[in-house]
């Protein structure tokens, strides 16, 4: 049996700082600090900020909260818009519509799956204030083109990051972490992201002195001084038992994102030749493979085997947003985003998470080949 991912092997690893820090934290007595900066969280916002080359990083309950503070902080309102793709986890088109803002969405590249640049144009009217590009996968999104039309139209350019800790691209001849190539970005620490936590986490993070005081206001109730606030917040600060594992675990994402790495080199090695479409990586930019996915016309065919095998797979995403059933309302027809409605018809996803033993890469290698020639 190979699992599609197995969260126990990563916390065994680590075991004793892990248990050590959440004992220490328990013993402290101080789990919430009101304003958020609890000193735990803070130590983890300035190692992740550093890591990510940005000036500030907050620390939010989640990477939902992250992407509905940050569009706040962005002052998107009711009747906006924002441009985003029709291919990621609800979660992206969720929190536009929670402010009473629209979601316009946008087709996708055949090879990365993420949004396609030269769609977005097409995309913007008077309404448009926004893009939230996703770096889908833990594959850079195309920032150089984004931020181009953005800076035309006058627009916010916010990443979704929640899948690419650790993804870096070159942007103006300069490598940089995705997360700094925006006018925000956040994180999801959701377990089974490529920076987990043991429970739920999130992060912003921007260069912009106003839009950090932005966030680290809404994240506690508005609330610049204790008791006074200055307007609607959320109660939605970064757990400091979640933050004390995070400081364990991130000075190891760099490895573990290079074992992500490695598992998909050897998996392109194991399927050439197949009828199938690997992964690509854009020239100039580090791939961190949260999910390695590919696509095949006999993508069925090929799961069957994995399940005959007892290895793991799954199918991100099944369901384009424009054809959620919650967004049946925006009228948006069968056919009008016609690449991601394709890549829902044909990509499967494998296990790839960095505590893959040899053996079980090798097993699911063979099962997807005896898919393909059955
Ligand atoms: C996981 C994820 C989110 C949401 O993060 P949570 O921490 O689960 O709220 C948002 N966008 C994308 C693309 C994600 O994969």
Same mark, same amino acid.
């Given at each position: 049996?190979?699992?599609?991912?197995?969260?126990?092997?990563?916390?065994?690893?680590?075991?004793?700082?892990?248990?050590?820090?959440?004992?220490?934290?328990?013993?402290?007595?101080?789990?919430?600090?009101?304003?958020?900066?609890?000193?735990?969280?803070?130590?983890?916002?300035?190692?992740?900020?550093?890591?990510?080359?940005?000036?500030?990083?907050?620390?939010?309950?989640?990477?939902?909260?992250?992407?509905?503070?940050?569009?706040?902080?962005?002052?998107?309102?009711?009747?906006?818009?924002?441009?985003?793709?029709?291919?990621?986890?609800?979660?992206?088109?969720?929190?536009?519509?929670?402010?009473?803002?629209?979601?316009?969405?946008?087709?996708?590249?055949?090879?990365?799956?993420?949004?396609?640049?030269?769609?977005?144009?097409?995309?913007?009217?008077?309404?448009?204030?926004?893009?939230?590009?996703?770096?889908?996968?833990?594959?850079?999104?195309?920032?150089?083109?984004?931020?181009?039309?953005? !800076?035309?139209?006058?627009?916010?350019?916010?990443?979704?990051?929640?899948?690419?800790? =650790?993804?870096?691209?070159?942007?103006?001849?300069?490598?940089?972490? *995705?997360?700094?190539? =925006?006018?925000?970005?956040?994180?999801?620490?959701?377990?089974?992201?490529?920076?987990?936590? *043991?429970?739920?986490?999130?992060?912003?993070?921007?260069?912009?002195?106003?839009?950090?005081?932005?966030?680290?206001?809404?994240?506690?109730?508005? !609330?610049?001084?204790?008791?006074?606030?200055?307007?609607? =917040?959320?109660?939605?600060?970064?757990?400091?038992? !979640?933050?004390?594992?995070?400081?364990?675990?991130?000075?190891?994402?760099?490895?573990?994102?290079?074992?992500?790495?490695?598992?998909?080199?050897?998996?392109?090695?194991?399927?050439?030749?197949?009828?199938?479409?690997?992964?690509?990586?854009?020239?100039?930019?580090?791939?961190?493979?949260?999910?390695?996915?590919?696509?095949?016309? !006999?993508?069925?065919?090929? *799961?069957?085997?994995?399940?005959?095998?007892?290895?793991?797979?799954?199918?991100?995403?099944?369901? *384009?947003?424009?054809?959620?059933?919650?967004?049946?309302?925006?009228?948006?027809?069968?056919?009008?985003?016609?690449?991601?409605?394709?890549?829902?018809?044909?990509?499967?996803?494998?296990?790839?998470?960095?505590?893959?033993?040899?053996?079980?890469?090798?097993?699911?290698?063979?099962?997807?080949?005896?898919?393909?020639?059955?």
């Amino acid at each position: 049996m190979v699992p599609l991912l197995d969260l126990a092997r990563q916390y065994q690893s680590l075991q004793p700082e892990i248990d050590a820090a959440v004992l220490k934290l328990l013993a402290s007595g101080q789990y919430v600090v009101p304003s958020g900066a609890h000193p735990v969280v803070t130590q983890f916002e300035d190692a992740a900020a550093q890591t990510l080359g940005v000036k500030h990083a907050i620390g939010v309950a989640n990477g939902t909260d992250a992407l509905l503070i940050s569009l706040r902080a962005l002052g998107i309102r009711p009747g906006d818009e924002v441009i985003t793709t029709t291919f990621s986890f609800i979660a992206t088109a969720e929190v536009v519509s929670l402010l009473g803002a629209m979601p316009v969405f946008v087709d996708i590249d055949p090879d990365t799956f993420n949004l396609a640049p030269s769609l977005i144009e097409a995309a913007i009217t008077p309404r448009t204030r926004a893009i939230i590009p996703v770096h889908l996968f833990g594959h850079p999104a195309p920032m150089q083109e984004i931020n181009a039309i953005a !800076q035309r139209h006058g627009l916010r350019v916010l990443e979704d990051a929640a899948q690419a800790w =650790g993804a870096r691209m070159d942007l103006d001849g300069v490598t940089q972490s *995705c997360g700094a190539l =925006g006018d925000m970005a956040t994180f999801s620490f959701f377990p089974s992201k490529n920076l987990g936590a *043991c429970g739920e986490g999130g992060l912003i993070t921007t260069n912009d002195d106003a839009l950090a005081e932005k966030v680290r206001t809404l994240r506690a109730h508005g !609330q610049r001084r204790r008791y006074v606030h200055d307007e609607i =917040g959320y109660n939605s600060r970064l757990h400091a038992i !979640q933050a004390a594992i995070l400081n364990i675990k991130l000075p190891h994402a760099e490895a573990w994102n290079d074992a992500r790495r490695a598992n998909a080199a050897h998996y392109a090695q194991s399927f050439a030749g197949l009828p199938l479409t690997v992964p690509v990586e854009r020239k100039g930019a580090r791939h961190v493979y949260h999910q390695y996915t590919l696509r095949s016309p !006999q993508r069925d065919k090929i *799961c069957e085997a994995l399940t005959a095998a007892k290895a793991g797979w799954a199918i991100y995403y099944p369901v *384009c947003l424009h054809q959620q059933p919650v967004y049946e309302s925006l009228g948006y027809r069968v056919g009008q985003f016609p690449i991601a409605e394709r890549a829902a018809q044909e990509v499967f996803s494998l296990p790839i998470f960095p505590e893959l033993r040899a053996d079980e890469l090798e097993a699911v290698a063979i099962a997807v080949r005896a898919g393909c020639t059955r």
